[in-house]
């Protein structure tokens, strides 16, 4: 089975902080992506990563950035956390184009 | 632009009875429609669709595609509580990398 495991369940930060979301995944998927999930809204792709180190917008890149230097793991970083950053963070993979998502159990983050 | 739309957005049913989830979309070159379950945590994928007409089945579970009409359904037989969550629909068109996910059918089911 395909483990995606994303490293905290909930986060608290207070506004204009440094965020990380990291996010691993042990089946060697090459495609990794990163959403957020909103109430009426559904989910929004940040960014996807096809390999180490190469990455793509999504449909809502402002205000994050996105790391690759391993295969195994795709981090999230709000460089200046703001309120409406306050949400539910996704992290998926996928073996290849013809494969489903496989999602990690979400981080709940809050900015105060 | 393209768009998927579920429906209904919540449904309260009683164990033991049939449910029928909606998910229409406007995707431009479509590839396939997908289903996943959402209990409080990772959504859990349930199906792939890529073909009109061919019913994927699990358990009490089954989808069909209408690439005509573009809506897929999703059926539940003998609910239980344990069918009670969050249910995506996602389009995957066949070019770039995007998956175009609706905003969900939140099922409750009561003892």
């Known amino acids: 089975d395909v483990k995606v495991t994303q490293s905290s369940r909930y986060l608290v930060k207070r506004t204009g902080e440094k965020v990380f979301l990291e996010c691993v995944q042990d089946m060697d998927h090459e495609n990794m992506f990163w959403y957020r999930q909103d109430p009426g809204l559904g989910l929004r792709l940040i960014y996807f990563s096809y390999d180490v180190k190469m990455k793509e917008k999504g449909d809502i890149p402002e205000g994050y950035s996105v790391s690759r230097e391993k295969k195994e793991r795709f981090s999230l970083i709000l460089e200046s956390a703001s309120t409406n950053q306050t949400s539910m963070y996704l992290c998926?993979?996928?073996?290849?184009?013809?494969?489903?998502?496989?999602f990690g159990n979400g981080t709940r983050l809050t900015v105060t | 632009e393209d768009k998927v739309v579920q429906s209904p957005l919540s449904l309260v049913v009683h164990e033991g009875d049939t449910v029928t989830l909606n998910c229409s979309y406007e995707?431009?070159?479509?590839?396939?429609l997908l289903w996943y379950k959402q209990e409080k945590k990772a959504p859990t994928f349930l199906f792939m669709l890529t073909s009109s007409g061919i019913e994927k089945k699990s358990g009490r579970l089954s989808s069909i595609l209408d690439k005509k009409e573009l809506f897929s359904i999703l059926n539940i037989t003998a609910t239980q509580t344990g069918d009670s969550a969050v249910y995506l629909c996602a389009v995957r068109p066949n070019t770039g990398n995007q998956f175009y996910f609706g905003t969900g059918t939140s099922l409750t089911v009561i003892p």
């Open positions: 995707v431009t070159n479509f590839r396939s």
């Open positions: 998926a993979s996928r073996a290849d184009i013809n494969s489903p998502l496989h």
